[in-house]
């Protein structure tokens, strides 16, 4: 272990917190309360308790006609959606929404005396400015962009999860935000998203990186993606936002990706490290998963961050998907340009 400091915002309304279809919710649930039951047998980790943001708060990234229709369901006394099928709202969901964007408001003040802060419910990168979509009611990673970039720090988004983060591209695309998203992707896989072309625009102009894998890809594609973090060390970042969510396990009930617990091991480790190099403080979200693979692919990405090393599960491989990951991710080392010139 580095010595350096980890703080996992943590309050136990979070076990019954989800926002997922009522087929795969206590699926959901039950991965958060066995991530809080693996978690507590570290010793150095410093669990942090959240403040609800306000609505004021949310106005920063999200349209009123959305925050008052959510506010509006929350306060009827069944199940129904926000979207077209996907999105659940309850009985008094909107505390729960201010609990979930607060969780993020909480880490980026907390920072302040940690190294790695981790928000094992959040991620939700699917809402857009003013629509929920994909078990996303709320964008709590845009509000800590944008919270973030009025601070003037300097931000790079890495999003790895099987699905594109189309909301969080949708906001900060021509903004200067260094973002990756590594992701499940063959044109038409939700959310739909994702076309490795868009570079950005703007001050964002190649500043937006998509690896859409191919659907079944395994770890050795995953590795091949993870060489863009070098985009990350010559970005130079004050800030490092990362979606690390665990969808993409090969049980997962949702399934399109291919990968093991190693995985997200690697990727906490590669992020401790890159952090420990460039000096970045790291604010990153547990994100999607709904299989029995869950809990032990969150687990190992914060061991990875404390440079603890987990292989419980056989390596996945495919070869022809994964040289299809190396030459996507080779074209884009060609024309990294973000913030070059800035």
Known sequence: MSGRLLGIVWSERFREISFSHPMIRDVSKQRISKFKEMVSKIEDVIFISPEPSSYNDLLEVHEESLLNKIKEVSSLDHIGFLDSGDTVHYPGMFDDVLLVSGSTLTAISMSKFFEYVYIPLGGFHHATRSKSMGFCPINDVNLGLSRLLK??????????????????EEMFYSRFVLKINVFAYDGSFFPGTGDPSRRGEGEGSWCNYNVGMPLGAGDDSFEEALRLLKLVEDFKPTYLIVVAGVDGH???????????SRSYNSLGIKIGNL????????????????????????????????????EEEVKTEDEEKRKYVKKLVDSFFESFTCGLKQ
Do not use: C, W
Request: hydrophobic share 35%.
């Open 151 to 168: 601070r003037g720090e300097k931000v790079a988004l890495v999003d790895v999860d099987a699905h594109h983060g189309n909301g969080i």
């Open 250 to 260: 090969k049980d997962d009930g949702l399934r399109s990706l291919s990968l093991t």
């Open 275 to 310: 952090a420990r190099r460039i000096g970045a403080k790291v604010i990153s979200y547990g994100g999607g998963g709904y299989g029995p693979g869950s809990a032990l692919s969150m687990f190992s990405f914060v061991q990875g961050l404390r440079e603890v090393k987990v």
